[in-house]
């Protein structure tokens, strides 16, 4: 059976539903189909002790602020779902779950959306999968030889898996260093970065980055001088476990390794560490394998957009994966302003094609 509607959001995170909150707005018929089988998109993966890096009324999407946690000025990650699943209700956004989402197809005047329970036909698509389901392992040298235990970011649950073990984490990112800091007062990690670990001043979070990221984007639209986005600040947010864990001097670095052996790892002067477990906090990639028949990736393996529309299919944008498609669209605050620009851009093409 094939079902219908002007426009198909792709994934219910925080993303699909700042863009439904905007179609219902703007009167447009939508569905929203997500993988999970339950609101809250990735944030229902996160590690135990995950905080956020804004206080919760800077991680609000449009229309609802996040109310504070008690207790925590920065908040947990089940806190996130509370407010992502009330969010879905108090709008009334059509969720369909679990629905995952095979491949989009053109079809004539369409876009053909192929799920594992059915076909959707719509006018326009809004890719919105985040990023979480694609982790990102870098090619080491030796890593299929390791005996011990590999995970990535998105396995990692608490330090009481560890208990007495010999732990790498890897990675000198949020990630590396939020989990590098949880670790650190049992299990003394080693934490591996390949340069050394850029710490925001301590008075920076979210918000603040929020600011440079949108300073930034108007600066260039503006065409005036790049004065460097949130980059240029630095890699890790100081939140409190991550500041506590640093001041205590728990959290030592070591430069990359350039091998895996057996054991352990090998540094390029020939020196070893025996490990028991790695944790790869390398990162992810955005999950698009469902818009492979478009065949959209340019020579770099990038969709190329124009804002959140892609420039080679102007019925699909996508939404929430990072500065190229919106400033911040890969946060809570901001992915609320091109979740707008997207929806009025498909009203205009709606618009259009019935004027046409
Ligand atoms: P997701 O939350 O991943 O939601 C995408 C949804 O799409 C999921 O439900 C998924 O199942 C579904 N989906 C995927 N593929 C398909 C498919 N083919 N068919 C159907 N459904 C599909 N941001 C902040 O604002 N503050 C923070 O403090 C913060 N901390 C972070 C910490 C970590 C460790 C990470 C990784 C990210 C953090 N972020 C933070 C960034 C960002 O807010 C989150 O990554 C957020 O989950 C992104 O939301 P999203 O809606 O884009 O993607």
Redesign the pocket.
Known sequence: MTNGAQVVV???????LAAGYHLRRLGLEFVI????TTPG???QH?WES?????PAAY?SLPGRLMPAQPSETYPDAQHVVDYLTEYEKRYELLVERP????GVHRDGGFLRVE?DSGTWRARAVIS??????RPFLPAVPGRAAFRGRQLH?VEYRSPADFAGQRVLVVGGG??GA?IAADLADGTDPTWVTQRPPRFLADDID?RVLFDVATARRRALDDGRTDLGGVASLGDIVAVPPVREARDRGLLTRRPMFTRLHSGGVEWPDGTRAEADAIIWCTG?RP?L??LAPLQLRGRRGHIGTDGTRAVDEPRLHL???GDWTGPAS??????GRPAREATREISGLLADRRAG
């Open positions: 792709i994934g219910g995170g925080q993303a699909g189909l997500d993988a999970q998109g990735a944030w996160a995950l905080r956020l890096f804004s991680s629905v995952r989402v095979l799920t919105a999968t985040g990023t979480w389901w970011t949020n990630s939020q979210g992810f999950a394998p469902h939404l929430g994966y890969a946060t809570l605050i901001g992915v």
